[in-house]
């Protein structure tokens, strides 16, 4: 997503803001997500380049696995 404007509302007042979140699913906590908040309607947008961060595929993970065994 770009800083453009808020897919919810339409609004044109969102910030960029860089969060700690934590996936309890794979017990770990993920640093420096960037994301966009919208000061209108609060909802909150993850940035495309943030989203390899969060959301790897199953071969990369299971090869940091084996390389780290």
């Known amino acids: 997503m770009q800083g453009d404007f ?3 509302c339409g609004s044109k007042k969102i910030r960029m803001e ?3 979140i934590l996936l309890e699913s794979q ?3 993920v640093k420096g ?3 966009w908040v919208c000061e209108n309607c609060g ?3 993850l ?3 943030s989203r390899d961060k969060l959301y790897r595929s199953a ?3 299971q090869r940091d696995t084996i390389m780290t065994n």
Do not use: H, L, N, Y
């Open 6 to 8: 808020c897919r919810m």
């Open 18 to 20: 860089s969060k700690d």
């Open 27 to 29: 017990k770990k906590t």
């Open 33 to 35: 997500v960037v994301i």
């Open 43 to 45: 909802e909150e947008f």
């Open 47 to 49: 940035d495309d380049e």
């Open 59 to 61: 071969k990369s993970i």
